[in-house]
């Protein structure tokens, strides 16, 4: 499946394309892929979703069950005057209601915004504010303790539904069940491969969150990357880990394994060591899809203590998020009777681009080879043009425009859309090698976005809020080098001049910080500084503050930064 890049693009998207079944008037919907179609085939009665509560209990769902489930509630968006194109977000955390929200959502033609149920109220705010959100399926607490008090300031959100106990009490809201329960099942609106179908909220070094737009096409990349590179078949028993609120959750949490009839596990607890070996075992996971903080949880806990379980029906593992270190692929062999297979992808790529594929020992370290229909390159800019590098050298990594899953627009942001790409190339943002042998090799980022337990988080996004304590006079935000999360979110402030620089005044901006932000996004450290290092044109130079929290030497990278930055 992973080719040399140069390789021929016409042929593998036809291929790819083969994987939909379509609809019979031409029209493509991630709904009907996802589940109708299997239906349609005489699988109706295959299990879609092997649910796990985190009390003990679970629940299979099966596809004939999601279809119905998901066509309800397309039916109820269709009556509640939801029009194709609206953005219906969903912030819950792995509950089977996530996927019939989901996919009745792109059954009624409407856009999924994925939010992080671990957000405090100022991420969601801006998200469902800037992605102009008409409906909303969350849960009470979460509506409760989050969103109730924002309702006045977000005009377009006129719908909130509500999984679970208690829905009925609240005012404003609806009960998610008693209304999908009323309302008809309804076939998929017939959308085009084209039409918008999944935004997601990703951050970027400066300015507000950047919702990266995908189309239904999209499908197509997320079923071929599921098939050829995580070696998905018919049969699998799949579990992808990652939260449902980020990308990875939606491409291949929920649209590849579904589209590809793949049975998938979706736990609703929290990670612990035990609870997923067990799971590994007792549900037979035949294709494990996970992250390297995980890996270095369970690393911790060793691999005697992995193999205390068996895992006969285990075949392939796989990784993605952050870098995966040579040891910890090697580790999965010891602990796993496998190594961990790299992929690398952005939210803006919307699939796999660079792997490590199934069938293949991957080469420990390194990311992989371009999938195949992707030309990946290592290059640098050059004004207008980019120029790739020579094999070895450090550039960013880049792809050739134009494969199906990728981001269509930033929303309302043209000008930034069009200055990630340069010459037909979209620039990662990423800084990599390339060998000779055509793998690829992560070296960091080239701007000053942070990576933290596999989540993207903007510095800007932390200062904002930072500056809203009425202590702070000035905040910069690196990721610093962290054991387990990669980075965490540090701050560093500068007080107003009749503030204390105390213990007691740190916990209160952390605390302030954590109530807004959520605890996945807020500072973990804070120090306080008497002044920041600026550019010239005045901005934080954070580059400078991670320098000096590292002790390595900041580097002069400025010819590969400036994704749209001023
Ligand atoms: C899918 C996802 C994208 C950024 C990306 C890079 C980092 C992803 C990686 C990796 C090293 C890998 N990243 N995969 N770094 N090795 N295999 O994570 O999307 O949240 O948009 O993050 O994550 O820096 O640019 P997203």
């Not at 099966?62 to 009556?79: D, I, K, M, N, P």
């Not at 209601?97 to 801006?126: M, N, S, T």
């Amino acid at each position: 499946m992973v080719a040399g890049e140069n390789g021929s693009v016409e042929d593998p998207w036809r291929r790819a394309r083969a994987l939909m079944a379509g609809l019979p008037d031409g029209g493509l919907n991630i709904s009907h892929e996802a589940a109708d179609r299997h239906v349609a085939a005489g699988r109706g009665d295959v299990t879609a979703l092997r649910w796990l509560g985190k009390d003990g209990s679970r629940r299979d769902i099966s596809f004939a069950e999601l279809a119905e489930q998901s066509g309800r509630f397309a039916g109820f968006l269709t009556s509640a005057g939801v029009e194709p194109g609206s953005v219906v977000a969903v912030l819950l955390g792995r509950v089977p209601e996530l996927h019939v929200a989901a996919l009745g959502a792109l059954k009624a033609g409407a856009v999924v915004c994925p939010l992080f149920a671990a957000f405090g109220p100022e991420p969601i705010r801006e998200r469902l504010l800037r992605g102009r959100a008409r409906v909303l399926v969350t849960t009470p607490q979460a509506y409760r303790a989050k969103v109730a008090a924002l309702r006045a300031e977000l005009p377009d959100l006129d719908t909130v539904l509500l999984v679970g106990d208690g829905a009925a009490d609240l005012e404003g809201a609806l009960d998610f069940r008693a209304a999908i329960g009323a309302c008809a099942p309804m076939p998929p609106v017939s959308t085009r491969p084209e039409d918008p179908a999944l935004l997601h909220f990703t951050s970027g070094t400066t300015g507000r969150p950047k919702g990266a737009l995908h189309v239904h096409e999209a499908a197509v990349m997320h079923a071929f990357t599921g098939r050829g590179v995580l070696g998905l078949r018919k049969g699998d028993v799949y579990w992808c880990t990652a939260d449902p609120g980020w990308v990875t959750g939606t491409s291949y949490g929920i649209v590849a394994p579904l589209a590809l009839g793949v049975t998938s596990v979706v736990d609703e607890g929290e990670f612990d060591p035990s609870r997923w070996c067990a799971i590994l075992q007792d549900e037979a996971v035949t294709v494990w899809y996970t992250a390297p903080t995980a890996i270095r949880l369970l690393m911790r806990a060793g691999a005697e203590f992995a193999r205390s379980w068996r895992y006969p029906a285990l075949r392939h593992l796989a990784s993605v998020g952050e870098p995966l270190t040579a040891e910890a692929v090697e580790w999965g062999r010891a602990a796993f009777g496998h190594p961990f297979h790299d992929t690398w992808w952005q939210t803006e790529t919307g699939a796999i681009m660079v792997a490590n594929a199934a069938g293949a020992d991957p080469v420990p370290g390194s990311m992989g080879r371009p999938v195949e229909g992707i030309e990946a390159a290592v290059v640098r800019r050059d004004g207008d043009r980019i120029m790739p590098v020579r094999d070895g050298d450090l550039g960013e990594l880049a792809l050739r425009a134009g494969w199906p899953s990728m981001f269509r627009a930033y929303l309302d942001d043209d000008e930034r859309y069009r200055a990630c790409f340069v010459d037909g190339w979209y620039l990662s943002g990423d800084l990599a090698r390339r060998d000779e042998q055509g793998h690829f090799w992560f070296v960091g980022r080239a701007d000053d976005v942070i990576k933290s337990s596999g989540h993207l988080i903007g510095p800007f996004e932390v200062e904002r809020v930072l500056m809203r304590h009425p202590a702070v006079a000035e905040a910069g935000v690196i990721g610093k080098p962290d054991a387990v999360a990669f980075e965490i979110v540090k701050a560093f402030v500068v007080l107003r001049p009749d503030c204390n620089a105390d213990e007691a005044m740190r916990r209160d901006i952390l605390a302030f910080a954590r109530r807004q932000l959520g605890a996945a996004v807020a500072p973990k450290e804070l120090a306080f500084a008497d002044a920041l290092p600026h550019t010239r044109s005045g901005k934080v130079l954070r580059r400078l503050l991670k320098a000096n929290e590292t002790g390595a030497p900041p580097g002069d990278l400025s010819t590969l930064e400036g994704r749209g930055q001023p």
